[in-house]
């Protein structure tokens, strides 16, 4: 069964300040990853996936992530953020059958301090 | 492009009554949709997905008959919470597959109170 960990609950950055959020999966196969934002009340903005090919992936709003089989991790980088970049983050992981279901992890609140 | 509309963004109704949910892919064909729901500080729960012109597939605990899924075109689907209770409040939200691969687009997602 696949399934995400998000280790980091709520993280706590100030402004200008570099990010990374984490995010390990288990999946039997090579994974599809995705990073995706919500802001509160709203539904689900895709930030960035990684199917194939280079293991570092850009993103929207400046973002990427790198994957590394080896960790069997995705962690999800920015080097100076903003303050409306504050909102909760999820990460995702898929596979080519059951239709392209997702497992999401249980997401991490970022906070940012002026 | 990749949009996903749902309608209404948030309802309140009665105990009893039936709320019908809709979502629709603006821009592109949807072969797959899912319905999830989110509970306040939660993740998101898959609870169905919904392939065009096939019934629906539910996940394990979750009630077919209360939540009705229909999925009539390739840019619409519909989920019913019938005869809705307080403890069906919640925050749902769609999404559609674009593609072979799954990549998801979601709805801004549905606020569902009942009294």
């Known amino acids: 069964a696949q399934s995400v960990t998000q280790p980091d609950i709520h993280i706590t950055v100030s402004e200008g300040a570099s990010l990374e959020l984490r995010c390990n999966y288990s999946y039997g196969a090579t994974p599809y990853l995705f990073w995706y934002v919500q802001s509160p009340g709203q539904g689900l903005q895709l930030l960035l996936k990684y199917f194939s090919g280079d293991t570092l992936v850009q993103g929207i709003k400046g973002f990427e992530a790198e994957f590394k089989r080896s960790q069997s991790s995705f962690n999800l980088r920015k080097p100076s953020v903003h303050w409306s970049d504050a909102a909760e983050y999820f990460c995702?992981?898929?596979?080519?059958?059951?239709?392209?279901?997702?497992?999401f992890g249980q997401g991490t609140i970022l906070t940012v301090h002026p | 492009g990749a949009v996903v509309s749902q309608h209404p963004s948030w309802v309140i109704c009665k105990s009893g009554t039936s709320v019908k949910i809709e979502c629709r892919s603006l821009?592109?064909?949807?072969?797959?949709m899912f319905w999830y729901r989110q509970f306040p500080k939660q993740s998101l729960m898959l609870m169905a997905t919904?392939?065009?012109?096939?019934?629906?597939?539910?996940e394990q605990g979750v009630e077919k008959d209360k939540f009705l899924i229909n999925h009539a075109s390739l840019t619409l689907s519909t989920l019913t919470v019938t005869s809705a209770h307080p403890e069906d409040s919640s925050f749902y939200i769609c999404?559609?597959?674009?593609?072979?691969?799954?990549?998801?687009?979601f709805g801004p997602g549905t606020r569902l109170t009942v009294l």
């Open positions: 999404s559609a597959r674009l593609g072979a691969r799954p990549s998801q687009y």
């Open positions: 821009d592109f064909q949807a072969t797959t």
């Open positions: 995702a992981v898929g596979g080519g059958t059951s239709y392209g279901k997702l497992t």
């Open positions: 919904s392939n065009e012109g096939s019934k629906a597939t539910y």
